[in-house]
């Protein structure tokens, strides 16, 4: 009978453990989907930066020559 009193309290630290480990598990898949959603963000802002960086360049290359042409 103690046997059996043993083998349950062990079971129910095994399930204890097991549910401990889980519940990890999920808030470490969820920061990386979080992390993994924030690089895209950045990703995209950096896009969305470096065309209007672009654009600018290019403006400023088109008044450059605008000007050297009324000259």
């Known amino acids: 009978m103690n046997d059996e009193k043993y ?6 630290m095994r399930k204890k453990r ?3 480990r889980r519940t990890e598990e999920e808030k470490y898949e969820e920061t990386q989907k979080e992390e993994k959603k ?3 963000k950045d990703k995209i ?3 969305e930066e470096d065309e209007e960086l672009e654009e600018e360049n290019e403006y400023a290359d088109y008044s450059k020559k605008g000007i050297g042409e009324k000259k």
């Not at 083998?7 to 129910?12: H, I, Q, V």
């Open 7 to 12: 083998s349950t309290d062990d079971e129910r």
């Open 18 to 20: 097991l549910q401990k």
């Open 45 to 47: 802002l950096d896009e």
């Open 38 to 40: 924030r690089r895209q």
